[in-house]
Each structure stands twice: as C-alpha cells, then as structure tokens.
C-alpha cells in the first residue's frame, strides 16, 4: 500500500483509503529502485516522524514531493484521545531470582511523582500479581514468590494508567 496504511474509526482498512496516498520511488546509488516507508517514530515533542526509502509522498492531507527518507506527519487527528505517558525507568531488566526464601526485587524511577500513584504488576495473562503506592521518586517492588516470565508493571494515577514496561523475570 504504498508505505502508508489508513484505518476508518472501527479499524478497518477502506478499499479506496490510500488512492493516489504512499511514497514515491526512489533510486538508490547502485540502481536499485525503493519505495516505502521502513517505520514511524515519535518526537521528543510528541510529533510523528516516518522514515524510509523514498521521495516524495502524500499522507492524504500533505504532497509534498521534496520529501526524502525523513518526514514529520502534521495534523494527524486519530479521533482517539492522546495523552503524554509518564516516564518511568525499570530495572534490573531482566531481574534474576535469587535462590532461597529471598528474591530479588526491581527499583522503578519516575521523572514525576504522581499523586497519589500506584504500581501494578500483572501477569501476561493480566492477572495481577502485585500492587504497591508510589511511595517517591524511587520505588523498590519485591518479587517474592514469582516464577520466570514476562509482566507487565503499569503505573496508574486517578484511576487512569499513565505508563507501562514489560519486565522480565529469570
């Protein structure tokens, strides 16, 4: 499809969604013809940037056939409400269990303290295997009696999830 896919709001790909919409071909030093978009990464601003092989493109909203290999996309209105994650650093990561009646634990680190924040950790079935109040800027969560496997730790504030990392337990 050109590099560039578009969903309507149920999730499904409309059969006259791109038309004339993709990246424009572009060759490479030793002849080889490319077109297309290798992937999309955000902006320390929360703006979207596509990146790839090609020259020119339309997105549906902006030609602009100068373009080369990086693009910022404007006015991209999903209809789904955005909202900036949290930071949050999580490690060790993997985390190896210590043998005997101790495990080892995981430190979190928060940018910003939330009010009145807690950390869930759920299992990859989603089931959750522990909860702790955020307690500072710097929180110690224990993994006592937890097997080998990938989780999830979720920081929640109000009621709303406002970051998540996977975690892995060895």
Same mark, same amino acid.
């Given at each position: ?5 578009? +969903? ?8 006259? %969604? ?18 297309? =978009?290798? $992937? ?5 601003d ?11 493109? %339309?997105?549906?909203t =902006?030609?602009?056939? =100068?373009?080369?290999?990086? %693009?910022?996309?404007? $006015?991209?209105d ?17 985390? +190896? ?6 495990? %080892?634990?995981? =430190?979190v680190? +928060? ?8 950390l ?22 224990? +993994?006592?009696?937890?097997?080998? $496997?990938?989780?999830?730790? &979720?920081?929640?504030?109000?009621? &709303? ?6 975690v892995?337990?060895?």
């Amino acid at each position: 499809r050109k590099g560039f896919i578009v +969903l309507d709001v149920d999730g499904i790909v409309p059969d006259n %969604s791109i038309g004339g919409s993709g990246c424009g071909a572009f060759e490479d030093f030793i002849g080889i013809v490319r077109k297309g =978009t290798i $992937g999309m990464t955000f902006g320390p601003d929360g703006s979207m940037y596509i990146y790839g092989s090609y020259h020119g493109y %339309s997105d549906g909203t =902006t030609n602009d056939p =100068t373009q080369r290999f990086v %693009s910022r996309l404007y $006015g991209l209105d999903v209809g789904v409400r955005e909202h900036e994650q949290a930071r949050m650093a999580v490690y060790p990561n993997p985390c +190896l269990r210590q043998a005997g009646p101790a495990s %080892s634990h995981i =430190t979190v680190e +928060l940018e910003e303290m939330p009010i009145q924040g807690m950390l869930l950790l759920r299992d990859a079935l989603g089931r959750e295997v522990a909860q702790q109040r955020v307690m500072g800027y710097q929180n110690t969560v224990p +993994l006592h009696g937890l097997g080998g $496997g990938v989780y999830v730790l &979720e920081l929640w504030e109000g009621g &709303e999830r406002r970051a998540a990392q996977r975690v892995v337990v060895q």
